[in-house]
């Protein structure tokens, strides 16, 4: 088990370019989701899914899209990268069962500067 | 606003001895609160969560206990070990994160950095 995969570990962008931040995960999991993480900050949740085919926006949706094509894989997609969006970006997963511990399973994270 | 809160930034302890992270919370709707342990340059990793049916859950050496009244969970680690030396994340949520829905949405305290020295 791979667990929780993101790729690129890092990206530099300039100001409007655009691009995906890939996720995947090989563990069954329904629900996924997109986090980022600014210095000295928690991390804050920008989109999720729970289900192929169903997204929802997080706390911090605006500039960036997602979808759920399958139930591996949830990338993200930067439309016109901005300075604000410099961040750490991570992906997460977790399984729906009774108890609902809300345990996710996080991937290593994706360093992004947009210059 | 933050709705959740991690007052102590860092926190230094001697191997062996007990580390007590705090957190407090604003929103008397949360019913779910977990514990995200974050080494550098890795993805955080769940240690230990607490609905609000119960006010302590135990996992070996991490212990967590919930004041619904006083709206502060805190956790503890004893005996502390060097390898714990990490940043501690809160996080609280309203309904369970997989049921979806703006009340699901897991909010995440600054984090505390613990440092257990030898």
């Known amino acids: 088990n791979a667990g929780v995969t993101q790729t690129p570990k890092f990206q530099v962008l300039k100001t409007g370019q655009s691009m995906t931040l890939q996720c995947a995960q090989d563990?069954?999991?329904?629900?996924m989701s997109w986090y980022r993480q600014d210095p000295g900050m928690g991390l804050r949740l920008i989109h999720y899914?729970?289900?192929?085919?169903?997204?929802d926006q997080g706390e911090v949706p605006n500039g960036y899209n997602v979808s759920r094509s399958t139930t591996e894989d949830f990338p993200l997609r930067l439309l016109s990268a901005a300075p604000s969006q410099t961040s750490v970006y991570f992906c997460?997963?977790?399984?729906?069962?009774?108890?609902?511990?809300?345990?996710?399973?996080f991937g290593p994270g994706t360093r992004l500067t947009v210059l | 606003d933050q709705q959740v809160k991690q007052n102590s930034p860092s926190l230094s302890v001697q191997e062996g001895r007990i580390s007590i992270l705090n957190c407090d919370y604003t929103?008397?709707?949360?019913?779910?609160f977990l514990w995200y342990k974050k080494y550098p340059a890795e993805g955080p990793t769940f240690l230990i969560s607490?609905?609000?049916?119960?006010d302590k859950n135990e996992d070996g050496r991490f212990t967590v206990f919930l004041n619904k009244s006083a709206k502060h969970l805190s956790l503890h680690i004893v005996p502390s070990q060097p390898g714990d030396s990490a940043v501690y994340f809160c996080?609280?949520?309203?309904?369970?994160?997989?049921?979806?829905?703006?009340?699901?949405?897991?909010?995440f305290g600054k984090g505390t950095k613990l440092s257990v020295k030898p």
């Open positions: 997460a997963s977790g399984a729906r069962r009774s108890g609902a511990c809300n345990e996710q399973f």
């Open positions: 563990m069954n999991h329904e629900y």
């Open positions: 899914s729970v289900g192929a085919g169903i997204t």
């Open positions: 929103n008397s709707m949360f019913d779910y």
């Open positions: 607490i609905s609000s049916i119960k």
């Open positions: 996080a609280a949520s309203a309904t369970p994160v997989f049921y979806g829905g703006s009340q699901g949405n897991l909010i």
